[in-house]
């Protein structure tokens, strides 16, 4: 058994005192956490309760929604101004995990969440890179029908599991993080890291940063949005393929697109060939497969999740279709 301390942070300057402590963890809804810690595969000396801070979603003058790290994820989901203003990410969010888990859940929890990779939980009988650096993968070899196609390297094919993290990942949202050497903001697309040869180092958190708060920038066509996502069971499963898009039209014509996929990528993959080659294009299914397919052209598929290609291509053309409306 592994003892671990537990305190309750009071505000944010006294977590970031706790949490500054070598091989402390910061607790959120424990959803993914308190898991890991059973199976041994996280071993924190002590864990410092955040969840007693700032859990505000706020509207602000700039049009932007600051939505405290403590939020926990049905909030975030039934919040009006989420759901009206940034239906992505509403969607995401229920399309995430069972109701119980959500209510539990916190947006700075689901940010870290870490893979579902099936080699990297079992420690006693598999090689992983991310669990025991440069020891192997046996993914790679093994059966990997639920892992990534884009941006993988030799070291890791995991994928990153979060739902909410690919609406945040389209809409460009920022980080807001605290540490005793102050604050910072990080702009989404540059929290997670994709694997390279470390892939035990998936974020560019340094070590105790806290994050306080996920800010969702004002977007003209943010209520244009939807999040699709495709998996084995209706409820209560990972991502297959996940697409999270928002889209402007102009007269039939393709004005502004943001996109950006899950389950394919060891971090939310925002889809910025396919965003460039979209723009000024006439909103057809033509145009959506070509911009899907200049996106998947370096997609490099495992033995066992060759679909997956196809897979996004087609999610992708029907939830342009569905921003589209009624188009031939
Ligand atoms: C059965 C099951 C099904 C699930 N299905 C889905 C799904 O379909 N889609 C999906 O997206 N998710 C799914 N999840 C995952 C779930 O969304 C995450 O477990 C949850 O979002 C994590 O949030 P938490 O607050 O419980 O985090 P915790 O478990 O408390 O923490 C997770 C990590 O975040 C760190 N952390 C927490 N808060 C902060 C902070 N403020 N600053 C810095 N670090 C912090 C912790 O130290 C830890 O490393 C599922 C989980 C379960 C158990
Ligand atoms: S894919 Fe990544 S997480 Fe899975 S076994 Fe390989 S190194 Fe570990």
């Not at 579902?116 to 059966?143: H, L, M, V, W």
């Not at 033995?303 to 997956?308: C, L, S, Y």
Request: charged share 20%.
């Amino acid at each position: 058994m592994n003892s671990f301390t537990y305190a309750r942070a009071i505000d944010v300057a006294d977590a970031v005192r706790q949490g500054g402590e070598a091989n402390s963890k910061y607790l959120g809804g424990g959803t993914n956490l308190v898991d890991l810690m059973r199976e041994t595969l996280e071993r924190p000396s002590s864990l410092v309760d955040v969840t007693g801070l700032s859990s505000a979603i706020t509207e602000r003058e700039d049009g932007s929604i600051l939505i405290g790290a403590a939020a926990k994820n049905t909030a975030v989901a039934e919040h009006i101004a989420v759901r009206t203003r940034y239906p992505l990410v509403a969607r995401a969010i229920l399309a995430g995990a069972s109701g119980q888990i959500r209510n539990m859940a916190t947006v700075g929890g689901n940010l870290l969440q870490r893979t579902r990779c099936t080699y990297f939980y079992d420690e006693d009988g598999s090689r992983c890179n991310k669990r025991n650096p440069r020891q192997g993968c046996d993914a790679i070899e093994g059966f990997n029908r639920i892992h990534a196609i884009l941006g993988a390297s030799p070291a890791c094919v995991a994928t990153h599991p979060s739902d909410m993290c690919v609406a945040f990942a389209a809409l460009e949202a920022l980080v807001h993080v605290t540490s005793s050497e102050g604050v910072r903001t990080i702009a989404f697309g540059d929290l997670h890291l994709l694997p390279g040869d470390h892939p035990e180092v998936e974020t560019t958190l340094k070590p105790g940063e806290l994050i306080t708060a996920v800010e969702l920038p004002p977007l003209a066509f943010s209520q244009h949005s939807v999040y699709r996502k495709v998996r084995d069971r209706a409820s209560y499963a990972f991502a297959l393929v996940s697409v999270a898009a928002a889209m402007e039209l102009d007269n039939g014509t393709v004005r502004d697109v943001r996109l950006a996929l899950g389950g394919v990528a060891h971090k939310p993959w925002r889809a910025l060939k396919l965003e460039a080659s979209l723009k000024g294009q006439p909103a057809t299914a033509e145009s959506f497969l070509a911009a899907a397919e200049e996106e998947l052209a370096d997609a490099k598929p495992l033995a066992h999740n060759k679909f997956k290609v196809e897979l996004a291509k087609r999610t992708i053309v029907a939830v342009l279709a569905e921003l589209a409306g009624d188009i031939s």
